[in-house]
């Protein structure tokens, strides 16, 4: 470290009073004298080396020269005025403050001294009257007389330069805080940078000589928030002015920095991105930007932010940058699609091949799939595919089906007409398209879970008439999309003319196919087609496939396997003693209970469809003609399985079951006179049941009290269930047969089981009504009954006798009559 002493360097002093002219041109003299000393001795040290140091000296040099000349000026015909002196005295204290600031972390011995002779120049006031100025009375004005023309010219050109030289100290005075300041010292410099460039005080050559861009742009990657908002004001500024300074701003580094400031504070964001719009007029500044790893991803986020300006600019810098296809990937990446679009409807063909490869190999998720449904994507991939070579079909194809996985867009394929395209490929035999076959059956598949799709009712013959000519992974989306038809509740007429065409018979040779999806797409079909002809089932199946059938349940095939089999089991009609028969003998009701065991509990589709059918195959195996079957099935552990089943989440599990319980509970009573007619041992008082008045058992007399059904069946009415209620009423109401309604009656109040009957009077269907006015009428024959929920009922049976259903009138009176509401002779009876 340099260490310089200014030894010299009196303490002379500018008195803010003079009394004389001479005094005060003296000690100016003296003043400005003083300051040559310095400059010698500043020169002769190595710290000239350095280019801030260097560049104040020379200011000063130059600062001191000017004063030198001014002081010879004095006994000439124009001497100096006032005014010039003390402008020339306080340049000087700003030359020295610039060599102090320079030198700032250079050790001087006399830093204090030059302080305060930089403070007395900055101070100096020649308070002169107007007879005791340095120039003559009549020099000091111009009165605008001419004889004084010339001299004012002259006068005003010299004024001129030194307020010239005094602004360009200035600026210097301002670059060097900029180039080193801190905290406060560079603030206080980018406002006073920033108001010289809005009054147009600073050049472009200037700002070339100086290398001002490099120096905002080095200070930018360091400086705090607000120092960065006001260097990036000053760089748009410099940015409008000429295209010059836009070229020295697209250096990578710059625009690096540039672009972190997207990240941050909202004003600083803004002003970020409204620079890097005006400076993509530059090429080469679209091609750095799209580079520059995550500036694309926030300017789409800046696009879809809350800040309208910051959006604008944002939108314009990716409209600019989406001159690249490559920029144009990564914003669809990010999310913006608009430009990936643009090229799919008007770019070259290379260029639709890009983006639809893209397209087919990004992670879409719904949201942005619709986005590309809603920007126009389809409409150009449909068109690629129909008029596009083979990988142009190829790729249209695998983007088609990324975006058919949304309803919206299955929307927008088939009003444009897509299935026939579809279609026309499928049944193509050019072998060049055979590879197209199969992503374009599986967004037939994607299409057909739209019910949209039976706007065309020959849709579903023409995809069975190309199950036998496909390959398995074609002949698997077929499949697909024929159980997605058949299952849309507008498509019974389609499912009878499936039938009408054959289709049972076309889908038995597939369920001993040893393609396990194409088995099983086999078994949903016939499953959902077996619906509707219960009687003709069992002539179409033949033996030979119901074993087949039979024996996926038995098997230890997937559990969708055996849902749909089983649930072809449970359409089979009851009636057929020679299906019972076969099922009895490959044991298959212990089968299915083993089933229901061991599947998981959960909501799962596969889950609910294997309960529901299996609950439809205890149907056949309770039968109330059938004691025999009954009893086997009892005696197999069915009833525990029923009142488990009334559990289930599935309203058609729920509904099965209380059937099934129903069916076992008509034989109770019949069951209970031949069990105490063969009766050698007393039975315990634990047996006895308060509704059948006898000692009841689930094995021996189905007692669904016994089972503990009764309270299952009343939670599962009081969960508002419309679609079991009819099942449920109709278990409950073999309670209340003529030799039980009393006791029946007791047993539902004891279970809290009126008030759930009141409230199927008003949501349940007709014969649901009916059932539980039916179940009312036998409750309130006990008074005790009638008085404790008579009054709660009445409201509902007076609307239901004036607005409901005429089939009830007859009923709704009498039960109103109990309630001494009607009499007996109404005519509502």
């Not at 003998?585 to 529901?612: D, F, G, Q, Y």
Request: overall charge neutral; charged content about 25%.
């Amino acid at each position: 470290m340099e260490i310089i002493s200014f030894s010299e360097i009196g303490s002379a002093r500018v008195t803010s009073e003079i009394v004389s002219e001479n005094e005060s041109f003296i000690e100016y003299s003296v003043l400005t004298k003083k300051l040559s000393p310095i400059l010698s001795e500043l020169k002769q040290y190595k710290l000239m080396d350095t280019s801030p140091i260097r560049k104040a000296v020379e200011s000063l040099e130059t600062e001191l020269g000017r004063a030198k000349a001014l002081t010879t000026r004095r006994g000439s015909s124009k001497p100096p005025s006032k005014k010039q002196v003390e402008d020339v005295a306080q340049g000087l204290g700003r030359s020295l403050g610039l060599v102090l600031f320079a030198s700032r972390d250079v050790q001087l011995l006399s830093k204090e001294k030059i302080e305060a002779l930089r403070r007395e120049m900055m101070s100096v006031r020649f308070d002169l009257s107007p007879e005791s100025d340095f120039v003559n009375d009549g020099e000091t004005e111009n009165t605008g007389e001419t004889d004084q023309t010339g001299d004012t010219d002259q006068t005003g050109e010299t004024e001129g330069e030194i307020e010239e030289d005094r602004i360009t100290l200035d600026i210097g005075d301002v670059v060097l805080r900029i180039k080193y300041g801190k905290d406060d010292e560079f603030k206080s410099a980018l406002s006073a940078f920033n108001s010289m460039i809005r009054d147009h005080m600073i050049t472009s050559e200037w700002i070339n000589e100086e290398g001002v861009i490099p120096i905002l742009f080095n200070r930018l990657g360091t400086s705090k928030q607000n120092n960065r908002l006001t260097i990036i004001q000053i760089l748009r500024s410099l940015a409008s002015q000429n295209d010059g300074n836009k070229e020295k701003m697209a250096d990578a580094g710059y625009l690096m920095t540039l672009v972190k400031s997207l990240a941050r504070h909202e004003e600083e964001q803004r002003e970020a991105v409204g620079l890097l719009s005006s400076l993509s007029d530059v090429s080469g500044v679209r091609r750095r930007i799209g580079r520059v790893q995550g500036c694309i991803i926030m300017l789409v986020a800046i696009l879809n932010g809350d800040d309208p300006v910051a959006s604008g600019d944002a939108g314009s810098l990716l409209s600019a940058l989406s001159s690249n296809t490559q920029n144009a990937l990564h914003m669809a990446e990010a999310g913006y699609f608009k430009p990936l679009v643009h090229y799919l409807k008007e770019g070259s063909d290379m260029s639709k091949i890009l983006m639809a490869t893209a397209l087919s190999r990004m992670e879409l998720t719904d949201q942005r799939k619709s986005s590309l449904g809603s920007e126009g994507a389809i409409e150009p991939l449909v068109q690629m595919f129909q008029g596009g070579k083979l990988e142009a079909k190829m790729l249209a194809l695998s983007a088609l089906q990324s975006l058919s996985t949304l309803k919206e867009n299955i929307q927008r394929l088939i009003s444009i007409g897509f299935i026939s395209s579809l279609l026309q490929l499928l049944f193509s035999v050019t072998s060049v398209l055979m590879t197209l076959r199969e992503p374009a059956s599986a967004i037939l598949a994607k299409i057909a879970e739209s019910d949209s799709i039976l706007v065309n009712q020959e849709v579903a013959h023409q995809m069975l008439s190309l199950l036998n000519l496909s390959t398995p992974a074609v002949q698997n989306h077929l499949l697909q999309a024929l159980n997605s038809i058949a299952t849309h509740k507008s498509s019974s007429k389609v499912r009878r003319k499936m039938k009408e065409n054959g289709a049972i018979q076309l889908l038995l040779p597939f369920l001993a196919h040893n393609n396990t999806k194409i088995r099983t797409g086999a078994l949903d079909l016939l499953h959902t087609l077996s619906k509707d002809i219960s009687e003709e089932l069992t002539e179409q199946l033949a033996e030979t496939n119901l074993s087949i059938i039979i024996n996926v349940v038995l098997s230890r095939v997937s559990d969708r396997e055996k849902a749909a089999a089983v649930g072809i089991l449970s359409n089979l009609p009851v009636s057929d003693k020679k299906v019972t028969d076969i099922f009895k003998k490959v044991n298959l009701l212990p089968v299915l209970m083993s089933i229901l065991c061991s599947s998981p509990a959960n909501s799962m589709p596969t889950t609910r469809l294997l309960e529901e059918s299996i609950a439809g195959v205890f149907l056949r195996f309770t039968v109330p003609s059938d004691k025999k079957l009954q009893a086997f099935s009892v005696q197999q552990g069915v009833i525990p399985f029923l009142v488990k089943l009334l559990s289930s989440e599935s309203l058609l599990t729920k509904s099965r079951a209380a059937t099934s319980l129903s069916q076992l509970s008509q034989n109770t009573m019949s069951l209970k006179k031949t069990k105490t007619r063969w009766l050698c041992v007393p039975p315990s008082d634990v047996d006895f049941c308060e509704v059948h008045d006898c000692h009841c058992s689930v094995k021996g007399t189905f007692c669904l009290v016994k089972a503990g059904a009764i309270p299952k069946m009343v939670q599962v009415l009081e969960s508002n269930d419309g679609d079991t209620d009819e099942a449920v009423l109709g278990a409950l109401a073999t309670l209340l047969q003529d030799e039980t309604w009393e006791n029946g009656s007791n047993y539902i109040v004891k279970v809290s089981g009126v008030q759930p009957f009141i409230k199927v009077l008003k949501r349940g269907t007709v014969k649901a009504q009916e059932k539980a006015l039916w179940i009312l009428e036998r409750i309130f024959r006990v008074d005790a009954h009638r008085v404790e929920f008579g009054e709660s009922a009445l409201v509902l049976l007076i609307d239901l006798a004036q607005k409901g259903d005429p089939k009830l009138k007859s009923v709704t009176a009498k039960v109103l009559a109990q309630l001494e509401v009607l009499q007996l002779q109404s005519s509502y009876f």
